[in-house]
């Protein structure tokens, strides 16, 4: 099992700055994916960042350059640097691993932080 606490979401003005941090406990093997997702009201959950291997790394275009995803492995912690956030920034974001378990492609989710962008 896997288990993944997401915090450091907030109330931030447009184009400031937030630090997401997924704190992960449980068995994360090395061939799993971490990532973010975010929701925002009305609309799909859709990917913002993942990670793969340490080194493989894939954005939405809607951050490329804005966001940063990374891992330490020492604190068992993902992290999602947010710059230049803009209102449609504005969502409840996810923390995610993605994985074979027993030759079945598993999901797990974190509870969610909401991140809120103002003008």
């Known amino acids: 099992q896997v288990q993944l606490v997401e915090s450091g979401g907030a109330l931030v003005q447009s184009r400031g700055a937030l630090r997401l941090s997924c704190a992960t406990s449980?068995?994360?093997?090395?061939?799993?994916?971490m990532g973010w997702y975010r929701q925002a009201p009305g609309k799909q959950r859709e990917l913002v960042a993942t990670i793969r291997s340490g080194a493989i790394i894939t954005y939405a275009d809607s951050v490329k350059g804005r966001f940063t995803i990374s891992r330490d492995d020492a604190k068992n912690t993902l992290y999602l640097q947010m710059n230049s956030l803009k209102l449609e920034d504005t969502a409840v974001y996810y923390c995610?691993?993605?994985?074979?378990?027993?030759?079945?492609?598993?999901?797990?989710w974190g509870q969610g932080t909401q991140v809120t962008v103002s003008s």
């Open positions: 995610n691993v993605k994985g074979f378990r027993i030759g079945i492609l598993t999901n797990y």
């Open positions: 449980g068995s994360i093997r090395n061939s799993d994916t």
